[in-house]
Structure formats: structure tokens, C-alpha cells
Nanobody, 127 residues
């Protein structure tokens, strides 16, 4: 079946780094737009970063303003995985992070456009 599984979350001090991984099975991730989303306590789920298909589109990326210059989205098509490199982490980045895939090569970076979701991984940035 179609499945996405996140890993790599944890506890890190402000200024630290984490790399989140997302393993896909049951479909080829490279054909579709992918994204990372997060939900903090008391907040709505929000888009962090999205990337169009590198096979059926141009691999164009989007980042929400609060993470620009600090986070990087990437893919490894041979491994059918996607990643989120997070640097210079801030307490405001604390949230559950979800990877997701759309069923089209390109889409807007909004939760409603993504149909396949992982279960989430906790990222906590604290002293």
C-alpha cells in the first residue's frame, strides 16, 4: 500500500540542526509534488516547504518565510526518499513535522492539495 514514514526528529538546542527523512513505499515519490508541514501546540498545521516533481516537473521549491535560508528540502529518487535539512533551529520551530505527497507533479503548497501523509515526527527546540 501507499505509505510515508518520517524519522529524524528529536530534542535540539537553539542554533542546532536536524535532518528529517521520509521513506515512501507503494509508489514512486519522484513523480509527484512533495512537502513538509508542521503543527505546533495551539496552532494550525502549516506548510514549511514544498517541491515539485523532478521527473514530471522542474523540481521547483517553496519555503515559508520563517524558514528561508535555514531549511532545505531535497529528494533521493533512487531511495524513494525525501528530506528536510533544518539548520539554525529556533524554539518557534518546535512542532510535529509531517511529510506528504500530492497526486500531481505540481501543486500549491497547501495541506488540502496533499493526499498522502506520514504519521509525523516530533521536533523540539529548547534550552
Amino acid at each position: 500500500q501507499v505509505q510515508l514514514v518520517e524519522s529524524g526528529g528529536g530534542l535540539v538546542q537553539p542554533g542546532g540542526s536536524l535532518r528529517l527523512s521520509c521513506a515512501a513505499s507503494g509508489f514512486s515519490l519522484d513523480y509527484y509534488a512533495v512537502g513538509w508541514f508542521r503543527q505546533a501546540p495551539g496552532k494550525e498545521r502549516e506548510a514549511v516547504s514544498c517541491m515539485s516533481s523532478t521527473t514530471n516537473s522542474d523540481g521547483n521549491t517553496y519555503y515559508t518565510d520563517s524558514v528561508k535560508g535555514r531549511f532545505t528540502i531535497s529528494r533521493d529518487n533512487d531511495k524513494n526518499m525525501m528530506y528536510l535539512q533544518m539548520d539554525s533551529l529556533e524554539p518557534e520551530d518546535t512542532a510535529i513535522y509531517y511529510c506528504a505527497a500530492a497526486w500531481t507533479p505540481e501543486t500549491m503548497c497547501l495541506t488540502s492539495y496533499f493526499g498522502s501523509w506520514g504519521q509525523g515526527t516530533q521536533v523540539t527546540v529548547s534550552s
